[in-house]
């Protein structure tokens, strides 16, 4: 039973780029979170996706945006990029869309360097 | 909003106990907690909600104090396996997007050595 995957593992753009980070959720989970987490901090919520929609969103600017496909596949999109956007991006996934408080299964991240 | 973890760092010999502290300045409705080892993903606890509940997972146990806005992460007899990286992540209130919302503390940094 795959768990949660994520590509690339690893990625170095400069800025002003635009960069497309990808996610499978665990088998039989239907939401998908992101996060951002910077050196030695906790993640910090971006948003969440369920049925194809983004329903709850972080602090984060309109330059990140994301998408969900109809196989709970989901795509973070992060334009015009930033020094201050070097960071681990990590998907999560759970299960149950409409149910609260539902462990979420981490992948093991993209580890995003802008130069 | 960003709970407050307390120890910042902790270093223990195998076998002797720990307790995290997480706190929160607003009502909390829901309280998650996942350790991390370096260079790897976050890996799920246990969640505790409003109730004052108290939790069990082997030899870590957790409790969440409504009135003090607090949980705290307790690990006996502590084992090498411990070692890592505790965050804790609060939801408020019983409205659906605040709980999705998940905000998390800065993590508590555990070494168990021999």
């Known amino acids: 039973d795959a768990g949660v995957t994520q590509s690339p593992t690893h990625l170095i753009k400069t800025r002003g780029q635009q960069v497309t980070l990808r996610c499978s959720p665990k088998?039989?989970?239907?939401?998908v979170s992101w996060y951002q987490q910077a050196l030695g901090q906790g993640p910090q919520f971006i948003f969440q996706y369920y049925e194809e929609e983004e329903r709850q969103r972080g602090n984060f600017p309109d330059r990140f945006s994301g998408h969900q496909f109809p196989n709970y596949s989901s795509e973070l999109n992060v334009n015009a990029l930033l020094l201050g956007d070097s960071a681990l991006y990590l998907c999560?996934?759970?299960?149950?869309?409409?149910?609260?408080?539902?462990?979420?299964?981490f992948g093991d991240g993209t580890r995003l360097s802008i130069l | 909003q960003q709970p407050v973890q307390s120890p910042q760092a902790v270093i223990l010999r195998e076998g002797e106990d720990a307790v995290i502290n997480c706190s929160s300045s607003?009502?909390?409705?829901?309280v998650h907690w996942y350790r991390q080892k370096h260079g790897e993903a976050p890996v799920f606890l246990m969640i505790l909600l409003k109730g004052g509940e108290q939790k069990g997972h082997e030899k870590i146990s957790a409790s969440f104090n409504e009135k003090k806005q607090q949980s705290s992460l307790y690990l006996t007899a502590s084992q090498l396996s411990y070692s890592g990286t505790y965050f804790c992540g609060t939801g408020r209130g019983n409205n659906a997007g605040n709980n999705r919302k998940l905000i998390w503390g800065l993590g508590t940094s555990l070494a168990v050595n021999p």
């Open positions: 999560a996934s759970s299960p149950g869309g409409r149910r609260l408080n539902q462990p979420q299964h």
């Open positions: 088998s039989g989970h239907d939401t």
């Open positions: 607003k009502a909390l409705y829901s």
